[in-house]
Nanobody, 125 residues
Framework: VQLQASGGGVVQAGGSLRLSCAASGRTFSRDTVGWFRQAPGKEREFVSAIWRSGGNTYYADSVKGRFTASRDNAKTMVYLQMNNLQAEDTAVYFC???????????????????WGQGTQVTVSS
């Protein structure tokens, strides 16, 4: 299984970025996809998750209303649209796949089996 995250970059506060995550080597539609981020000196934290069917999405309180997750199972792609970015959003962003994810652990990094390499998002204030 390979995950390739892309779309990171440097943006000014208030700007937008769209992250993409390409998956291969697995029946993608059966997996929940999570987005996590890790800032320097901090632990990896949950950002968003999108359920297998793509119908339900979940967000950390810190990004709710600003970030939107979506997926295209036919293309095995997942996206994270990030609007109104703030300096505190600066981090490396990771996408992850999990076949055993349930609602009670959807925010836990340990529930996900496969991880991409991460893409850097830097927001300048």
């Amino acid at each position: 299984v390979q995950l390739q995250a892309s779309g990171g970059g440097v943006v000014q506060a208030g700007g937008s970025l769209r992250l993409s995550c390409a998956a291969s080597g697995r029946t993608f539609s059966r997996d929940t996809v999570g987005w996590f981020r890790q800032a320097p000196g901090k632990e990896r934290e949950f950002v968003s998750a999108i359920w297998r069917s793509g119908g339900n999405t979940y967000y950390a309180d810190s990004v709710k209303g600003r970030f939107t997750a979506s997926r295209d199972n036919a293309k095995t792609m997942v996206y994270l649209q990030m609007n109104n970015l703030q300096a505190e959003d600066t981090a490396v962003y990771f996408c992850a796949l999990g076949a055993r994810v349930i609602l009670s652990n959807i925010r836990n990094a340990g529930a996900y089996d496969y991880w991409g390499q991460g893409t850097q998002v830097t927001v300048s204030s």
